[in-house]
């Protein structure tokens, strides 16, 4: 499996602000993924991270709000931006090494936005 | 903690009994399903998966049980124990887009009593 590692583990945010959470694996993965934990939820899946190009967002997810890079295989960044309190989540980041098979998380980014 | 489960429907089990979490899944193309644990503070983690071509699998003190038919998983853990507290979910692959994708069920707060 691989170890990913995510930056900040949890932060405290002010409304309108703009705020970039980076994941980390430590070897090179097909694919990564961010996931959205609001509390007392369920994960909802907001896009997949595509190395060189474009994300794809799932319904009701907007590159505008939710930026994602992905320059290489082995490194991807979420933003969250003009925050409002009802981005307060966990943001998960997770890779999968083959095309159908388990995913691992990280620890996950635990935004409050006041 | 993150109040991970806040909003979930409990089950509640004597330490030693053996406990049996359900889900319903969408869809019925779904091929690959995973049971994870989530403990407060923490990211999901792996417990077991199963593939649509078989309908039992276990591992060391679970086993998932599948059934096509009615679109429906269980996770059984024999011997329930204290550190099996957390949150459970399941997910299904979904292959949508190009991608394979593992979408999450509402999950399951398991709390073991002494």
Known sequence: SAVISQKPSRDICQRGTSLTIQCQVDSQVTMMFWYRQQP??????????NQGSEATYESGFVIDKFPIS????????LTVSNMSPEDSSIYLCSDKITGIGELFFGEGSRLTVL | GEN???????????EGDNSIINCAYSNSASDYFIWYKQESGKGPQFIIDIRSNMDKRQGQRVTVLLNKTVKHLSLQIAATQ??????YFCAENHFSGGYNKLIFGAGTRLAVHP
Request: hydrophobic letters at 40%; aromatic letters at 2%; charged letters at 5%.
């Open chain 1, 40 to 49: 007392g939820q369920s994960l909802t899946l907001i896009a997949t991270a």
């Open chain 1, 70 to 77: 992905r320059p290489n295989l082995t490194f991807s960044t």
């Open chain 2, 4 to 14: 991970v489960g806040l909003h979930l429907p409990t089950l509640s089990v004597q």
């Open chain 2, 82 to 87: 204290p550190g099996d507290s957390a949150v």
